[in-house]
């Protein structure tokens, strides 16, 4: 039988001993990857010193909330999904986030046709740039919410609507309606409920309908309906017919013209 | 040999006792606690008046009925015992310090059975890690049941090497701790099954055999110490049993998902287990487990590794059928990352010795057990938050999408807040942390007496809420409720927001 050589029978030992070093030395440094209050105080004064009309702050990781204590000039949202989130209403959209955290991976903005607006600038651990949305101008925001509610796992400016009841609003018309909706919370994800119906009618004739069905995986509670408005009067009447055999869970609806 | 875990066992009780000053009152110790004031009133009359306690079981021992009384019974004992000279919420918690120095104990003893180094890590091992040295301070079940699980092995194991000539010597002890470990917690049914196929695969298969009926004297130590069993017992041992075969499933955040049903990851427990201890010791873990089942394979087990396997096992693999409930972190199924430790510390002793270096144990303990002592140190008491460094530590268990924390202790982070900030009378909003453990932290004097419990963001002055993923609406509710986004403060660990609290904007406090 072979015998290991000398250095053989001490791998384990030498695993095991670099394995602790480099945890320790992972748990030690962690906290000079992380920023200081003195980093968020930086950032949020930059952010001030830089507000137009139309700006926001995402956060990200979308953990990063301890934003919201710093940044007092603009709104602060934790989308999840920075490629296909609406952003309504946001013209220029600063993204403030956290690289040197692990498993960090900041979405590329450009995929949705964001172009920076300014260069990436450090605040110790923090990490600042301002993108330009080119979102299309809002026309009207139709369901002007001061409220905010969750609905898959992110907070959203929409109104409550009973199920079984209508919201009905005029507003500009622009080219283009966006409608969204979603049940609030956890109820979402109640089993075997039926879907819940939204159906559009602009000027008395049904434009588009809206099935919010329940929501079988995160990410999914949160329904779309993007349809073009047909040539008209400037201003309409749009109404929204939320049904659904099941009205107890809380629902929320979204509603903006673009131009 | 003996003085040795007896020894370790103290410190691991005394430094629980040292440190749970911090360690806030979970959902569940909120309930214990409840429940050891009931049976501490019944207490007193039983020892007044034995028969009229006898003939009122009934109401004074129905609350909580879906967990044994042995337990919530020590917790009241205690308590009645100490509480002239010591804080109430201390007092219920001693028992559960008691337990985790038994588990020591028995760690201890198993890991001595390889060498007196393995002896002293085994039961260093298990604890020096945030998760599981944070449930050693509760008056809850887990490191009790943990325990009797190591200790009921140690009995067996003793019972089994009993030499014939010192004549027959019936295995009561054993029997007994088995009863102890069924009125400890629901747990303890599997382990006859255990202790069939371990005694079955043995060379001592006799004396197993005739060992193992001895359980049978486990059902008077459970009706003994659980009075509730004394009037129409079994009725009560259906509610006990139907409660947990038909348990509710919490939601559960797990790599970006909430799991809320059946079908679960197979591999949950195992890689809950990974990314929330410190790596080293993960790592140390795995190669036990593999060592025992390598050896298995090969029949190369003595009864002692046969055991420690097969228990593992047992208190993992329930978690890995898809539909047990997995909620509770590593909490319920402590007892793997127990039993592998006694393996892992002859491992780890192994390797130092085969390096033939001076003080190599020392260095490869050292090695292994800072990490955790690091996690310890950094993020007591916030045992439920703490993640190892295969998850990224904190911050990066919550890029991947994991459990940010589970019941509410973390809350004792700004108690202190609170109490300096909050007008007299305010109403708190409290979230998660259910009245029981508000009534706690009023009792023990974590929080004023003024300050009111609040049902809702709506009816509330100042609302402390723990960042679950399942409860993301009450924070946008709050925002509504207030008319502000701004934080008044906050629990963060590094970053990582745990516990985030509003105050109305023109209160003291607010931002």
């Not at chain 1, 959209?93 to 172009?115: E, I, K, M, Q």
């Not at chain 1, 009618?201 to 309908?209: A, H, N, S």
């Not at chain 1, 400037?234 to 099941?246: G, I, N």
């Not at chain 2, 790599?255 to 080293?280: C, E, K």
Request: overall charge neutral; hydrophobic content about 50%.
């Amino acid at each position: 039988m072979n015998r290991l050589p000398a250095a053989g029978y001490r791998l384990p030992f030498v695993f095991i001993v670099v394995l602790g070093i480099g945890s320790l030395a992972f748990d030690l440094t962690l906290s000079a990857r992380l920023p200081s209050d003195g980093d968020w105080a930086e950032a949020a004064a930059a952010l001030r010193a830089n507000t137009q009309p139309g700006d926001a702050v995402q956060i990200w990781p979308v953990w990063a909330e301890r934003a919201r204590s710093f940044v007092d000039t603009m709104p602060v949202l934790a989308e999840e999904d920075p490629i296909g989130a609406d952003y309504a209403g946001v013209r220029r959209l600063w993204v403030l986030s956290l690289p040197r955290t692990p498993f960090f991976s900041l979405p590329d903005l450009a995929n949705r046709g964001a172009t920076p607006a300014s260069g990436e600038r450090r605040f110790g651990a923090l990490a600042l740039r301002a993108w330009d949305l080119h979102a299309p101008a809002i026309a009207a925001d139709l369901t002007a919410s001061a409220e905010q509610h969750e609905v898959d796992y992110v907070a959203r400016r929409c109104v409550r609507v009973p199920i079984g009841a209508h919201f009905a609003v005029r507003g500009a018309a622009g080219t283009a309606l966006h409608v969204r909706a979603g049940v609030i919370g956890e109820r979402a994800y109640d089993n075997g409920r039926p879907p819940v119906e939204v159906r559009v009618v602009v000027d008395g004739t049904p434009l588009v309908e809206l099935a919010v069905p329940r929501a079988e995986r995160d990410g999914t509670g949160w329904r779309k309906a993007d349809v073009p408005l047909p040539p008209g009067a400037p201003d309409r009447d749009f109404e929204f017919f939320v049904s659904s055999p099941d009205a107890g869970r809380p629902f929320c609806l979204a509603a903006w013209t673009t131009r | 040999m003996k003085r040795l875990p007896v020894l370790i066992g103290f410190f691991t009780a005394a430094a629980m006792a040292l440190t749970q000053a911090p360690v806030g009152f979970t959902r569940d110790e909120g309930y214990y606690f409840t429940a050891a004031q009931s049976y501490e009133a019944w207490l007193k009359i039983f020892f007044h008046s034995p028969a009229a306690a006898i003939a009122q079981t009934e109401r004074y021992w129905s609350y909580n009925f879906e967990h044994p009384g042995l337990t919530k019974l020590l917790f009241a004992l205690s308590h009645l015992a100490f509480t002239p000279w010591l804080p109430d919420t201390l007092a219920w918690r001693l028992p559960a310090f008691f337990f985790a120095g038994l588990l020591s104990y028995w760690l201890c003893v198993l890991g001595l059975s390889r060498s007196r180094a393995a002896g002293i890590l085994a039961p260093l091992l298990f604890w020096c890690a945030e998760r599981t040295f944070f449930h050693g301070h509760l008056a809850c079940f887990d490191v009790p049941i943990c325990a009797l699980w190591a200790g009921v092995g140690v009995a067996w194991l003793a019972a089994l090497r009993r030499l014939p000539a010192t004549g027959y010597r019936p295995p009561v002890w054993f029997g007994i701790l088995y009863g102890i470990s069924l009125a400890v917690k629901h747990n303890a049914w599997v382990l006859p099954g255990v202790l069939l196929v371990h005694g079955l695969l043995i060379r001592e298969r006799r004396r197993a055999l005739l060992t193992l009926p001895w359980i049978l004297l486990s059902p008077i130590v459970l009706v003994a110490c659980w009075p509730l069993l004394w009037h129409d017992p079994l009725r009560h041992l259906g509610d006990w049993i139907a409660f947990h075969t038909h348990h509710v499933h919490y939601a559960w955040w797990y790599f970006g998902a909430v799991l809320r049903a059946p079908p679960f990851p197979i591999a949950y427990p195992l890689v809950v287990d990974a990314l929330a201890l410190p790596l080293p010791l993960v790592v140390l873990l795995a190669a036990a487990g593999l060592s025992l089942l390598v050896d298995f394979a090969r029949r190369r087990l003595d009864a002692q590794r046969l055991l420690e396997l097969g228990l593992a096992g047992a208190a993992v693999l329930p978690f890995m059928l898809r539909t047990t409930p997995i909620f509770g972190g590593i909490k319920h199924w402590l007892a793997f990352v127990a039993l592998l430790t006694p393996e892992a510390a002859g491992l780890l002793v192994k390797a130092a010795d085969l390096a033939g270096f001076r003080r190599a144990v020392q260095i490869a303990a050292a090695a292994v057990l800072l990490p955790g002592a690091w996690q310890i140190v950094h993020l007591h008491p916030y045992g439920t938050s703490a993640y190892g460094e295969l998850a990224g530590d904190v911050p990066g268990a919550a890029t991947l999408g994991m459990q940010r924390q589970y019941w509410s202790n973390n809350v004792t982070a700004v108690l202190p807040w609170l109490n300096a900030h909050c007008p007299p009378g305010a109403r708190v909003y409290f979230h998660e942390v259910n009245v029981e453990s508000y009534r706690a932290y009023i009792l023990s004097g974590m929080l004023r007496g003024d300050i009111r419990y609040a049902g809702g963001p709506a009816d509330a002055d100042y609302v402390a809420l723990q960042w679950h993923r399942e409860f993301r609406d009450r924070e946008p509710e709050t925002w509504n409720a207030f008319g502000t986004h701004r934080p008044a403060t906050g629990l963060y660990l590094d970053e990582v927001p745990q516990i985030v609290v509003y105050a109305r904007p023109g209160l003291p406090g607010a931002p």
